[in-house]
């Protein structure tokens, strides 16, 4: 079993910038790969950005590939996701996911990852 809290949502005018945060609990945090999913409202969830355990294999959606940045601190036991240069289409709530099934590949698919967040809402003003 793993719990997943993210934090670090908020309201940012394009340009600016926010870090959310994944704290999780359970089974060991550097044992799995994390991702961050995000769904804005009538959208399906997509992916955004995935992250292996160590943090050396990073993959990204070519939406956000430049801007935003995937990292990990295993002695904290959380993942982060830095998002630079935010565009009113990245609003969304942004979820965070664990893939208990991989250490070192990381995924874009939805089905890959066993345990979710409950999401963080992040509003980009234009």
């Known amino acids: 079993q793993v719990q997943l809290v993210e934090s670090g949502g908020g309201l940012v005018q394009a340009g600016g910038s926010l870090r959310l945060s994944c704290a999780a609990s359970?089974?060991?945090?550097?044992?799995?790969?994390m991702g961050w999913f995000r769904q804005a409202p009538g959208k399906e969830r997509e992916f955004v950005a995935a992250?292996?355990?160590?943090?050396?294999?990073?993959y990204y959606a070519d939406s956000v590939k430049g801007r935003f940045t995937i990292s990990r601190d295993n002695a904290k036991n959380t993942a982060y996701l830095q998002m630079n240069s935010l565009k009113p289409e990245d609003t969304a709530v942004y979820y965070c996911?664990?893939?208990?099934?991989?250490?070192?590949?990381?995924?874009?698919?939805?089905?890959?990852?066993?345990?979710w967040g409950q999401g963080t809402q992040v509003t980009v003003s234009s």
């Open positions: 996911a664990a893939d208990l099934r991989s250490s070192w590949f990381v995924s874009p698919r939805l089905d890959s990852y066993d345990y």
């Open positions: 359970g089974r060991t945090f550097s044992s799995y790969a």
């Open positions: 992250i292996n355990w160590s943090g050396g294999n990073t």
